[in-house]
């Protein structure tokens, strides 16, 4: 069946929505671009439809609804599900796009993160029901083994699609509560390197927080903003050349590491890491001598839950968090990691 088909009957049959669709509920976020409420569609086609999140965005909202829309085509399953983008130009104040999803669910994975029970309550909702085993090291890594195969595999889906996302950090994971997975969010800063398209501001782009060492995605010795027809027929190479997806993996590395160590949850835990890990040239193992030592009980724990099955955790952690990107596993390539061998959260549900 034809694409362009597919992409035409989708045009005339997908819903449209307006401004006053919409009723505007309680502020979940404000960035620098934009500010996210919870809202609800006043006509609904279905009473499914009437839980929606909606983006109030700068000028660069018109790149968000672009991404939107090429993810909701190429790998829907990855993202938070997009229903709609439209200009919204009736403010005085400039332009303003309007972009609403579906409502995924009340927890993103920063939200969980912080609970006393993590990652008892992920494995809680994933499987919607609490089980009744021993708590121990073994069922932990096996809860937080079965969110980083969501998270690479929704990074796997972006990436193949040519999209960077950048922006990877807990706060931009939802759990999806009809999925019962976790899903991307926010790509107000992702970038489409296929068709050149990335134009936020540099100065805005990264989250020091879960940055990867090098500043930009591509090289300096590239052209910084590729002309869309340009771009087109370059990008393919540049992207096997500068490896832009490893920043995600970095990104994504650090999650894990938050994952096991509990003290690196917190703004100023990581924020400390991150200091530490400079100060090793970005060497894990290093990090690991210096620390381990002298370290808490807790923290040993975090080592101990890696160390798990010959240390086949602390080995895939080591291939994303590297200083060189190109050194840095890809998502696929950590998706066949044998970390992942053994069945995560759904091997605990047969256990008993
Ligand atoms: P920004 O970070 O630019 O403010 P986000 O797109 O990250 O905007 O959204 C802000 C917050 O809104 C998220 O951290 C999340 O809590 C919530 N949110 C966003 N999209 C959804 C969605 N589809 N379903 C449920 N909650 C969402
Ligand atoms: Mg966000």
């Known amino acids: 069946f034809d694409m362009f088909v597919l992409a035409f009957v989708e045009r ?11 009723v505007l509920g309680k502020k979940l976020g404000e960035g620098s671009f934009g500010v996210v409420y919870r809202a609800s569609l006043a006509k609904k086609s279905s009473s499914k439809d009437g839980d929606i ?51 995924e669910g009340e927890a993103t994975l920063a939200d969980l993160l912080q609970s006393k029970e993590f990652p008892y309550n992920v494995e809680a909702i994933i499987l919607g029901e609490v089980q009744d085993l021993p708590k121990g090291l073994e069922r932990e890594n096996r809860i937080i083994q079965t969110i980083m195969r969501q998270l690479l595999f929704a990074l796997d889906g972006l990436h193949s699609t040519g999209i960077v996302h950048r922006d990877v950090k807990p706060q931009n994971i939802i759990f999806s509560e009809d999925s019962r997975t976790f899903k991307i969010i926010d790509l107000g800063a992702a970038a489409d390197l296929r068709v050149g398209i990335n134009y936020i501001p540099k100065e805005f782009l990264l989250d020091p927080r879960y940055a990867a060492p090098e500043q930009y995605i591509m ?8 002309s869309a027809p340009v771009a087109t027929a370059l990008s393919p190479v540049l992207w096997q050349l500068n490896l832009p997806d490893r920043f ?3 990104s ?9 160590f509990p003290a690196l949850r917190t703004d100023s835990g990581l924020i400390q890491f991150n200091r530490q890990l400079k100060r090793c040239d970005y060497d894990l193992n290093a990090w690991r001598k210096t620390v381990e030592p ?38 696929k390539g950590a998706l066949a990691h044998p970390y992942f061998d053994r069945e995560g959260l759904l091997a605990l549900s047969f256990m008993q």
């Open 12 to 22: 005339v049959f997908r819903p449209t929505y307006k401004k006053d669709d919409i």
């Open 53 to 103: 999140v909606l983006k109030k965005a700068t000028e660069y909202g018109a790149v968000e609804i672009w991404m939107n829309e090429r993810v909701r085509r190429a790998c829907a399953n990855s993202c938070a599900d997009f229903m709609y983008g439209f200009l919204e130009n009736s403010t005085k104040k400039g332009v303003e796009y309007w972009l609403i999803w579906k409502f």
């Open 219 to 226: 090289s300096t010795q590239t052209p910084s903003a590729p």
């Open 248 to 250: 995600d993996i970095y």
């Open 252 to 260: 994504a590395g650090l999650i894990f590491l938050q994952m096991a």
């Open 294 to 331: 002298r370290a808490s009980a807790e923290i040993r724990r975090g080592f101990e839950l890696l160390d798990l099955d010959s240390g086949i955790g602390w080995e895939l952690l080591t291939s994303m968090v590297r200083y060189k990107a190109r050194q840095r596993i890809s998502a």
